[in-house]
């Protein structure tokens, strides 16, 4: 059983992404769940990695993992063209999907695999895990209690060091880009004030920058937004930056709050909240933001516990991204054939 004491979650792994290891085999363990099984294309991979990460056996193929009647949890980390297609088959095996961000290629798609998790009547769930960590909820918390009064103004920022030229971020088949990898969760963040600001947010403008060498695949992307409040939003991603930048910064009419570090508050835990009264740092705890998701996904698929993200949550952030990729001029990301 599980640390809370119910069932553990059966999971298997789609390939053997790096991510993984802190994405979900830590928080597993943390919570008493099993790793059943891991699928790769090259099965050499999926041997190390489930040797290495206490994963119970390695399958040939990714349909294989879709039919093992153990798996009832399926973990998505492929690269982001894969998301879609293998998102549509898990919930037509039957299987619950944890989903790296974004859940697809591009809004239609992602429209098709909620679908697909409605007709299945499985839990679909992306995994935006800086939703869950204290620092993102205490920043929605300092809007609710009124202290940073009304918002007037959100900046998201999300930039890392370029990734190596051959990896399928800098790839326009398989929906590479830094609005996919990297801005999507500021857009995420964003979306997420709506309650603070009289609703969702509608895409002012986009500009875009292209990465050299890799046609309509941008290499960083900025975006303007407004709330229906009035209140304004930027969303700056950059995927060749000269370091790592995740912070967030919300501006209301009696003060500010900025997180540092926003995507990964484990490795930094701090808000700055800025008012008339006073300047002060409050730390939130350096608890993994993976941790958090997956003990709320856990509750969701065992208990029925509402979850603030869902198939209609990852349709309306896919909306948004597609919305800036047509203003940059880029258009929204190709759809990638299904693959074993």
Known sequence: MSESGREPLRIGILGAARITERSLVAPARAGGHRLVAVAARDRSRAEAFASAHGVERTLGSYAELLADPEVDVVYNPLANGLHGPWNLAAPAAGKHV???KPSASNATEAEEVREAAARSGTVFMEAFHYLFHPVTRRLHELLASGELGELRRVEAMVATPAPEAADPRWSLSLAGGALMDLGCYGVHALRMLAPWAGGAPRLLSARAGEREGAPGVDEWLDAGLEFPSGATGGVRCHMAYDRLEMSMRVVGSRGEATAPNFVLPQRDDRIVVRTPDGERTEHLGTRSSYTYQLEAFAARVREGVALPLDADDAVA?????????????????PRTALGG
């Open 98 to 100: 944890l989903s790296e």
């Open 317 to 333: 952030t896919m909306r948004l991204i597609d919305a800036c990729y047509e203003a940059a001029g880029l258009g929204p990301r």
